[in-house]
């Protein structure tokens, strides 16, 4: 006999079924609350960057890219134009000061200071010779002084005898009377030679002096056309390195050219390229270091250069001691200038967070959950090491500091 067979209302796949919904049901509410509450993300641990917040020594300065320079540079122009005729040295030689370095050939100038000299020495002569006359001149108003002179104690005997013949009738009133003019007329003279003399003293004391400066200023301006040949013989003004000479021989050289430069290899300085962010903090003897085969050597500024090119403004660093004798005119040098004195600080490592929060929070790691929670912060200076952290962290907490660009504004990171 047939029986009916009926169909169970629960199969194994509907129950399978029933088990995912709810998983899905559990899942989905908890989603909500959660959404409901704080922000969450999930990050891989591997792919951040962490450092712990430490007390330490913080100084702020930046790095700055410095060129080696001599410290002194002077550069050689020709005094005078003219043809290479001869060659001394050679590009790159160490020179003393004074070294011949080219000679030059200049045929107008040479004729020019023949004609000078010819002039001149023509007009020291007439100069001369115009001394030696108001000598004489001199000479012969002394000489006629000397003759009145000797008339006046003539008459002055004669006049004296004459008037004793009148007294006894022996000569006329008259002839004594023409004596006694005559004498007189000498002693008015005498008085007017005197005057004379005295006038032609003052005179040839001051023609002298005219005449010393006139003759002075012609020995110089001979001396000048004398040293225009001279610099026809290029030396060098210093003691040092001789660079950039290229001329050749026959090669025509114009006045003022710059024919090379010496360097004075004494000593060197570091100019140093600054942004022009910090320009109002940089000033004459600040410090900076650099580090050359594993020594540290100081430098101070010595010339700020205000002019700002490309978004930079130059500056003259030199050695406060020693220098490293192996570095070479031209080597680029990384130099730490010193931007404030070194002082105890909470420190945190730089990282990318800060493009994304501005240094106004970060998330930390909760040491209870291991997860990322986000805190407020406060951070004062900066190196190209650390911030200086002036609130909301403190020592021995750990801060995720990479970049915090794909986790949004997440209030916090589920570390995996």
């Known amino acids: 006999m047939d029986r009916k067979i ?45 450092d712990t917040v430490h007390r330490g020594v ?39 000061g004074g070294q011949p370095i080219l000679r030059l050939s200049n045929p107008d100038l040479q004729l020019n200071y023949l004609n000078q000299e010819a002039t001149i020495v023509n007009q020291i002569n007439q100069i001369q010779n115009m001394a030696l006359l108001r000598d004489q001149q001199s000479l012969n108003l002394r000489e006629t002084m000397l003759d009145v002179e000797y008339r006046i104690e003539l008459l002055g005997n004669r006049l004296a005898r004459n008037r004793l013949l009148m007294d006894g009738g022996a000569i006329s009133k008259v002839e004594l009377e023409e004596l006694e003019a005559e004498h007189n007329s000498l002693l008015r003279r005498k008085v007017l030679l005197a005057k004379t003399i005295h006038k032609d003293s003052l005179s040839t004391v001051i023609q002298e002096q005219q005449m010393e400066n006139s003759l002075d200023l012609m020995r110089r301006n001979l001396d000048i056309a004398r040293q225009s040949l001279d610099n026809l013989v290029v030396k060098a003004p210093i003691d040092g390195q001789l660079s950039g000479l290229n001329s050749e021989l026959g090669e025509s ?11 004075d290899l004494r000593n060197y300085k570091i100019r140093v390229r600054i942004d022009e ?35 930079a403004f130059e500056a003259d660093m030199a050695f406060v001691s020693e220098f490293p004798t192996s570095i070479k005119r031209g080597q680029t040098l990384s130099v730490k200038l010193e931007l404030s004195a070194e002082e105890e600080a909470t420190l945190l490592a730089r990282g990318g967070f ?6 106004n929070w970060v998330y930390i790691i909760d040491p209870a959950t291991g997860n990322g929670v986000k805190k407020e912060i406060r951070l004062g200076r900066q190196n190209p090491n650390f911030y200086e952290v002036l609130e909301g962290l403190k020592e021995g907490e750990v801060v995720v500091t990479s970049s915090y660009d794909t986790f949004g504004d997440k209030d916090e990171l589920i570390l995996k």
């Open 6 to 50: 009926e169909k169970k209302k629960w199969g194994w796949q509907r129950m399978t079924i029933g088990v995912i919904v709810i998983v899905l049901i559990a899942y989905l509410g908890q989603r909500i609350m959660q959404d409901a509450g704080a922000s969450r993300l999930n990050v891989e641990t591997d792919r951040l960057l962490m």
């Open 253 to 263: 050289i114009s006045r003022g050219i710059q024919i090379a430069q010496i360097d």
């Open 277 to 311: 962010f910090y320009i109002s903090r940089i000033f004459p003897d600040q410090e900076g270091t650099f580090l050359y085969a594993g020594k540290d050597y100081r430098l101070q500024i010595k010339k700020i250069y205000p002019q700002v090119a490309n978004g």
């Open 354 to 359: 800060y493009q994304k929060t501005g240094g």
């Open 58 to 96: 913080f100084q702020e300065f930046i790095p700055v890219t410095g060129v080696v320079l001599p410290i002194r540079s002077v550069v050689i122009a020709a005094s005078e134009g003219g043809k290479v005729e001869e060659k001394f040295v050679e590009d790159g030689a160490m020179l003393k």
